[in-house]
């Protein structure tokens, strides 16, 4: 029996999913977590506030893996539905959050721009970062 | 240290992008839009260049952000009946507002800017609706302009719910394209978002018309949206008010059902009612329509409108482009 619940055991740790992406801000922030409603909302640009303070969304370029995971699994749009958002909102006068041609861009605009949050593949998370949400 | 956002370069998704418009500077966005519009009905063949403008929107600092927009309606027109053509080369200022952010529960925008009310006076041009008309409802019930203050966000009680208060103590910055002029206007809106696919809304209000009487109006909105179909069901009800007669009543409904049945597509039927008791009209309109948009801000359109009044059944076709 012993035998067989360690073999389970080793089979849900093996399954077991670990995420491959962080949503990420520079360790000095004063958040800790965020849900995913919440970081939608930041990256669509409905709220740009988190606590007191003014937070600003990154992305990498649009044709980065990382950034079309994040909008299936965060935005839950696909390429069409956002191109579509952003082309209303310009009329509206709201612009696509700043991009940046790299991840370690993404990562250096993070680490230094005040209130940033981006994503990042969470291997690429290090001390100067943290994660307030992983997916 | 922290650094300011100006001082890292935006990767390059290209300066100009169709539809998203030319980022002049980190800070500054250029764009504009234009359609065309072709009808046929009953002693109806005309040909319009509607809607030429040109917008410019930015920060000014980290909470501050403006946005201008200057408008020409019936840039061009040729009417085929009479061979006979029309320009009107004037703009005027269709929107020109500043914002400042205090927080997500507290936005204020001051200038002229669109009145928050319904879901097509908020995407008032051609390009962004799917049929090239719009229902009378949001064209005839309530002023579309607001010259004045307004305040909007989250509600603190409940974030899925958000609010617009709106206040207006003046003539219209520039009266030249507004549907109803008028020197006083205040009203809210309530938007509730349900689900990811569902929304409610509403919106009371009052207006007054200059040197005329005043309107109290009472809005219901809902938007539903799943996969490839959207449903918008709309309905408001003015009581007008005027010196020496008796109040009077006018109402509009109308439901939108749209079916994207491929990726750039769609077919879309609209029927809409609409009673206006101060001339004793009733107008029953049914609206079915082709959209095809090879990208996002290129918008081509065609749609046959039946009227209760068989003589303003009519053809419309339009092609628009937001750049």
Same mark, same amino acid.
């Given at each position: 029996m012993?035998i067989?619940?360690?073999?389970?055991?080793?089979l849900v740790?093996?399954?077991?999913h670990s995420?491959?992406?962080?949503?990420?801000?520079?360790?000095?922030?004063?958040?800790?977590?965020m849900?995913?409603?919440?970081?939608?909302d930041?990256?669509l640009?409905?709220?740009?506030?988190?606590?007191?303070?003014?937070?600003?969304?990154?992305?990498p370029?649009?044709?980065?893996?990382v950034? +079309?995971?994040?909008?299936?699994q965060i935005?839950?749009?696909?390429?069409? !539905?956002i191109n579509?958002?952003?082309?209303?909102? /310009?009329?509206?006068g709201?612009p696509p959050?700043?991009?940046q041609?790299?991840?370690?861009?993404?990562?250096?605009?993070i !680490?230094?721009?005040?209130?940033a949050?981006g994503y990042?593949?969470i291997?690429m998370v290090d001390?100067?970062?943290?994660?307030i949400?992983?997916? | 240290?922290s650094?300011?956002i100006?001082q890292?370069?935006?990767?390059q998704?290209?300066d100009?992008q169709?539809? $998203?418009g030319?980022?002049a500077h980190?800070?500054?966005?250029l764009?504009?839009?234009?359609?065309?519009?072709?009808?046929?009905?009953?002693? $109806?063949? !005309?040909?319009?260049?509607d809607d030429?403008?040109l917008?410019?929107y930015?920060?000014l600092?980290e909470?501050i952000?403006?946005?201008?927009?200057? !408008?020409?309606?019936g840039?061009?027109?040729?009417?085929?009946?009479?061979?006979s053509?029309?320009?009107n080369t004037?703009p005027?200022?269709?929107?020109?507002?500043?914002?400042?952010?205090?927080?997500?529960?507290a936005?204020?925008?001051?200038?002229?800017q669109?009145?928050?009310?319904?879901y097509?006076?908020l995407?008032? +041009?051609?390009?962004?609706?799917?049929t090239?008309?719009?229902?009378?409802?949001?064209?005839?019930?309530?002023?579309?302009f607001v010259t004045?203050?307004q305040?909007?966000?989250?509600?603190?009680?409940h974030?899925?719910i958000?609010?617009s208060?709106?206040?207006?103590?003046t003539?219209?910055m520039?009266?030249?394209?507004?549907n109803?002029?008028?020197?006083q /206007?205040?009203?809210?809106?309530l938007?509730k978002?349900?689900?990811e696919?569902?929304?409610i809304g509403?919106?009371a209000g009052?207006?007054?018309?200059?040197?005329?009487?005043?309107?109290?109006?009472?809005?219901?909105n809902?938007?539903?949206?799943?996969?490839?179909?959207?449903?918008?069901?709309?309905? +408001?009800?003015?009581y007008h008010t005027?010196?020496?007669?008796?109040?009077?009543?006018?109402?509009?409904?109308?439901?939108q059902?749209?079916?994207r049945?491929?990726?750039?597509?769609?077919?879309?039927?609209?029927?809409?009612?609409?009673?206006?008791?101060?001339?004793s009209?009733?107008e029953? +309109?049914?609206?079915l329509?082709y959209?095809?948009r090879p990208?996002?801000?290129?918008?081509l359109?065609?749609?046959?409108?039946?009227h209760a009044?068989s003589?303003?059944?009519?053809?419309v076709g339009?092609?628009?482009?937001?750049f």
């Amino acid at each position: 029996m012993r035998i067989l619940l360690a073999y389970v055991s080793l089979l849900v740790s093996l399954t077991a999913h670990s995420a491959d992406y962080a949503v990420v801000m520079s360790s000095t922030s004063a958040v800790q977590t965020m849900g995913a409603d919440k970081i939608r909302d930041i990256f669509l640009k409905k709220r740009s506030f988190e606590g007191s303070g003014r937070v600003v969304p990154v992305n990498p370029l649009g044709s980065d893996p990382v950034r +079309i995971e994040f909008e299936m699994q965060i935005l839950n749009m696909g390429r069409d !539905e956002i191109n579509r958002y952003w082309v209303n909102n /310009h009329f509206q006068g709201v612009p696509p959050p700043t991009t940046q041609a790299s991840l370690q861009s993404v990562k250096r605009f993070i !680490e230094s721009v005040e209130g940033a949050i981006g994503y990042l593949p969470i291997e690429m998370v290090d001390s100067n970062l943290k994660i307030i949400h992983e997916f | 240290m922290s650094l300011l956002i100006g001082q890292f370069a935006q990767a390059q998704e290209g300066d100009y992008q169709l539809g $998203l418009g030319y980022k002049a500077h980190e800070k500054f966005t250029l764009g504009g839009y234009f359609s065309t519009e072709f009808s046929q009905g009953e002693d $109806l063949k !005309e040909f319009v260049l509607d809607d030429v403008a040109l917008l410019a929107y930015g920060n000014l600092s980290e909470n501050i952000s403006f946005l201008a927009e200057i !408008e020409s309606v019936g840039f061009y027109s040729y009417d085929f009946e009479t061979n006979s053509s029309d320009t009107n080369t004037r703009p005027a200022i269709e929107r020109f507002y500043a914002d400042y952010k205090f927080s997500d529960y507290a936005t204020f925008r001051v200038g002229k800017q669109i009145t928050p009310i319904g879901y097509w006076n908020l995407q008032p +041009i051609n390009v962004l609706r799917e049929t090239t008309s719009s229902p009378r409802l949001s064209r005839e019930m309530f002023p579309k302009f607001v010259t004045g203050l307004q305040v909007s966000g989250f509600t603190p009680l409940h974030e899925s719910i958000r609010y617009s208060v709106y206040l207006q103590n003046t003539g219209d910055m520039d009266a030249k394209y507004v549907n109803i002029a008028v020197d006083q /206007h205040y009203g809210f809106t309530l938007e509730k978002t349900l689900s990811e696919s569902w929304s409610i809304g509403g919106s009371a209000g009052r207006f007054r018309e200059i040197n005329q009487g005043s309107t109290r109006y009472f809005q219901l909105n809902s938007r539903f949206d799943k996969g490839p179909y959207t449903v918008l069901l709309e309905g +408001i009800v003015d009581y007008h008010t005027a010196k020496l007669l008796p109040k009077v009543k006018s109402s509009s409904i109308y439901t939108q059902f749209e079916y994207r049945f491929r990726p750039r597509h769609a077919v879309i039927a609209r029927a809409e009612s609409f009673r206006d008791d101060r001339i004793s009209l009733h107008e029953k +309109i049914g609206v079915l329509g082709y959209s095809y948009r090879p990208q996002f801000p290129i918008s081509l359109k065609l749609e046959y409108q039946w009227h209760a009044d068989s003589d303003n059944n009519r053809l419309v076709g339009s092609f628009s482009v937001l750049f």
